[in-house]
């Protein structure tokens, strides 16, 4: 999801956003989670954007301020910033992973 807020150059999304949609459409074919015990609202595009926009506010630069954010979310966008190309291989691996329904 920090992938998400980077290409998005810090800045929110919405539940509306293409890239969210798309995203939670990938989330939901992983089976990290069994399928059975999931939430209606598991990985649901209102609950990415809402995580991807905590995430933006935990960036020390944020442009906008979050909901809510925790202390959880701080060091994974601090580790995305120091190092940017590999969070965004990692992302572009776990999308194939899930992709290839590896994970």
Same mark, same amino acid.
């Given at each position: ?6 290409? =998005?150059?810090? !800045?929110? &999304? @919405?539940?509306?956003?293409? #890239? *969210?949609? %798309? ?8 089976? /990290?989670? &069994?399928?059975?015990? =999931? +939430?209606?609202?598991? =990985?649901?595009?209102?609950? *990415?954007? /809402?995580? *991807?926009? @905590? ?7 944020? +442009? #906008?301020? +979050?909901? !809510?954010?925790? =202390?959880?979310?701080? +060091?994974?966008? %601090?580790? /995305?910033?120091?190092?940017? #190309? ?13 992709? !290839?329904?590896?994970?």
């Amino acid at each position: 999801m920090a992938d998400l807020a980077d290409d =998005r150059a810090w !800045r929110g &999304p @919405n539940s509306a956003t293409p #890239e *969210v949609v %798309k995203l939670s459409e990938l989330l939901n074919l992983a089976n /990290f989670y &069994p399928t059975q015990d =999931r +939430p209606a609202s598991f =990985r649901s595009p209102s609950s *990415v954007s /809402f995580k *991807v926009n @905590n995430l933006i506010g935990s960036h020390p630069e944020a +442009p #906008e301020k +979050p909901l !809510r954010t925790s =202390r959880a979310e701080v +060091p994974i966008v %601090k580790r /995305f910033i120091d190092d940017r #190309e590999a969070m965004k291989q990692r992302a572009a691996d776990i999308r194939g992973l899930i992709k !290839r329904g590896q994970l």
